[in-house]
Every structure is written in structure tokens, then in C-alpha cells.
């Protein structure tokens, strides 16, 4: 639980540090603003934008193809964070193992907890702060779009299907889309736990909320960004972090080693019946 809460600590922390970036200026960006934020990254990120709309016959799908490169971009390290979080979930019942055993709460204890389980994720070769990563690099992203959009005219102003790309969805169909695409990713990558706890239960149902929350107060452009973004999410799950794949191999391999240790059990058996004799 107290790593949980170091983890939203974590969240929190990066979040607010983005919204200082997001917040540095409201002015219309071009060329001649200044500054590392305004001048190198929300200018390059509406040009590129702008760029990517002018191949694709549109500003949303600009945004689309944007989107899915930046996907393809963080690809690798979202794969290390799958492969960690596999990892992580294969531990769990040691993890638990481990709370019995030290479940005191006196400091030394506590210490003597805190060291076994940096032990067991070194042997196993798992950094339990991995899925931050990914977290690090989405957030100056999805600000740096929605100050691309924001104070960009042409991207503002712009328009795609039945959106104004710098205002909120009129009908609720992208924020739906989007709390129901990071609901399935979820459900998805906790499906696979071989244990599941009432903490990851709770983030499943109450993210897709939060995500449809904030969606409803963000343009257009940002919530299209979460949809596609998460869409994207779902089939990586699929194809990286299987989780119908990763149960049928663990009950294959718990099958393997129960069909071994009856095997051990009736070889001593015909052992001692033979000493018997």
C-alpha cells in the first residue's frame, strides 16, 4: 500500500510539473516566440502537426497520425514497461509471502520487508517503477498538443467530422471512446495478474471514469489524442502482453509442476512399499 501511494505521489508530481510547463504562456505560438518550451517544442510539435495535416487531408488527421507515431516512438519502452509488469504480477504471491511473514509494523521490521522485496525484484530483474516511464514521457506530450492546438489559429480553428478540434465534443463521443478504450487496456493488463488486489481492481473502473471526467472539460484535439492513444494501447496489450497467452502458460506450467511433484510423491511411495517387502 505505502508503495502505491509513492506511486501516485510520483504521478501527482510529474502532472504538476507539466502543468507549469502548460502553463508558461497563453500567447499565440510562431516562430518568433522564444523560450526551451514555447520556441523548440510547443512550435516544432504545431508545425509538425500542421505539416502532417497537410499530407493526410485534414487537422485531425494530423492529430491521428501524430498520435500514433508518438506511440511508435515510445513503442520500446512501452514494451520494457509490458515485460516489467508481467514480471511484477508473476511475484506477487512471493510479494505476499513476504507481508505475512514480516507483518509487523515496528520499523525494523518494516526495513527488514522493504529490503527482502528489493532483493526479490533484483533477482527477478524487475524495476517496480517501470510503468513510470512511459507516464514521464505521455504527460509533456499530451500538454505539448494542447498548447499546440490552443494557441495555434489554424489548429484551433480547425475542424474534423462533426469536431471543433479547440473545443469539447457537442455529442460525448469522444470522451466515451476514450473512457471506454482505457477501460478495455485495464481490464486487459490486469487480466493476466495471477492475484489481483482490491487497489488495481479499483484503478480499472476508476480511471476510465476520471479519463471520461476530463475529457469532457478538454478540446477536441486532446481528447482525440486519448482516444487513438489508447485504442493503440489495447492492441499492443494484445499482441505484447497477451493476457489470454500469459494464463494459459502459467496454468501450463502449474499443471507441469503438480504432474512432476505427484510424479515425486508416487516414485517415494512405491519406494517405501518396496522397503516394506
Same mark, same amino acid.
Given at each position: 500500500?505505502?508503495?502505491?501511494?509513492?506511486?501516485? +505521489?510520483?504521478?501527482? /508530481?510529474?502532472?504538476?510539473?507539466?502543468?507549469?510547463?502548460?502553463?508558461?504562456?497563453?500567447?499565440?505560438?510562431?516562430?518568433?516566440?522564444?523560450?526551451?518550451?514555447?520556441?523548440?517544442?510547443?512550435?516544432?510539435?504545431?508545425?509538425?502537426?500542421?505539416?502532417?495535416?497537410?499530407?493526410?487531408?485534414?487537422?485531425?488527421?494530423?492529430?491521428?497520425?501524430?498520435?500514433?507515431?508518438?506511440?511508435?516512438?515510445?513503442?520500446?519502452?512501452?514494451?520494457?514497461? /509490458?515485460?516489467? *509488469?508481467?514480471?511484477?504480477?508473476?511475484?506477487?504471491?512471493?510479494?505476499?509471502?513476504?507481508?505475512?511473514?514480516?507483518?509487523?509494523?515496528?520499523?525494523?521490521?518494516?526495513?527488514?520487508?522493504?529490503?527482502?522485496? $528489493?532483493?526479490?525484484?533484483?533477482?527477478?530483474?524487475?524495476?517496480?517503477?517501470?510503468?513510470?516511464?512511459?507516464?514521464?514521457?505521455?504527460?509533456?506530450? *499530451?500538454?505539448?498538443?494542447?498548447? +499546440?492546438?490552443?494557441?495555434?489559429?489554424?489548429?484551433?480553428?480547425?475542424?474534423?467530422?462533426?469536431?471543433?478540434?479547440?473545443?469539447?465534443?457537442?455529442?460525448?463521443?469522444?470522451?466515451?471512446?476514450? +473512457?471506454?478504450?482505457?477501460?478495455?487496456?485495464?481490464?486487459? /493488463?490486469?487480466?493476466?495478474?495471477?492475484?489481483?488486489?482490491?487497489?488495481?481492481?479499483?484503478?480499472?473502473?476508476?480511471?476510465?471514469?476520471?479519463?471520461?471526467? *476530463?475529457?469532457? $472539460?478538454?478540446?477536441?484535439?486532446?481528447?482525440?489524442?486519448?482516444?487513438?492513444?489508447?485504442?493503440? $494501447?489495447?492492441?499492443?496489450?494484445?499482441?505484447?502482453?497477451?493476457?489470454?497467452?500469459?494464463?494459459?502458460?502459467?496454468?501450463?506450467?502449474?499443471?507441469?509442476?503438480?504432474?512432476?511433484?505427484?510424479?515425486?510423491?508416487?516414485?517415494?511411495?512405491?519406494?517405501?512399499?518396496?522397503?516394506?517387502?
Amino acid at each position: 500500500m505505502k508503495k502505491q501511494h509513492k506511486k501516485l +505521489a510520483s504521478i501527482f /508530481s510529474v502532472l504538476g510539473l507539466t502543468v507549469l510547463l502548460a502553463a508558461c504562456s497563453n500567447k499565440p505560438i510562431t516562430s518568433h516566440s522564444t523560450g526551451i518550451w514555447d520556441h523548440y517544442i510547443v512550435y516544432n510539435c504545431s508545425q509538425f502537426i500542421i505539416w502532417l495535416s497537410k499530407i493526410f487531408g485534414g487537422y485531425g488527421m494530423g492529430i491521428i497520425i501524430f498520435t500514433i507515431l508518438i506511440r511508435i516512438i515510445i513503442l520500446p519502452l512501452m514494451y520494457y514497461q /509490458s515485460k516489467s *509488469m508481467v514480471k511484477t504480477q508473476e511475484l506477487a504471491p512471493k510479494l505476499k509471502e513476504l507481508q505475512k511473514k514480516y507483518s509487523s509494523r515496528d520499523r525494523e521490521t518494516m526495513q527488514k520487508l522493504q529490503a527482502e522485496q $528489493q532483493k526479490l525484484y533484483r533477482e527477478a530483474g524487475v524495476n517496480p517503477f517501470a510503468s513510470m516511464l512511459p507516464l514521464l514521457v505521455q504527460l509533456p506530450v *499530451m500538454w505539448a498538443l494542447y498548447q +499546440a492546438i490552443w494557441r495555434t489559429n489554424v489548429l484551433k480553428t480547425g475542424s474534423f467530422l462533426w469536431l471543433q478540434l479547440g473545443k469539447t465534443d457537442p455529442y460525448f463521443v469522444l470522451p466515451v471512446l476514450a +473512457a471506454v478504450f482505457t477501460f478495455i487496456s485495464s481490464w486487459l /493488463s490486469m487480466a493476466s495478474m495471477p492475484e489481483k488486489n482490491s487497489m488495481t481492481t479499483s484503478m480499472t473502473y476508476i480511471m476510465p471514469i476520471f479519463i471520461f471526467i *476530463m475529457a469532457l $472539460q478538454f478540446s477536441a484535439a486532446i481528447t482525440l489524442y486519448w482516444v487513438v492513444s489508447n485504442a493503440f $494501447q489495447v492492441v499492443q496489450v494484445l499482441l505484447v502482453q497477451n493476457p489470454f497467452k500469459i494464463r494459459r502458460e502459467r496454468e501450463a506450467k502449474q499443471k507441469a509442476e503438480r504432474d512432476h511433484q505427484r510424479k515425486i510423491e508416487k516414485a517415494k511411495r512405491k519406494a517405501y512399499q518396496s522397503k516394506r517387502k
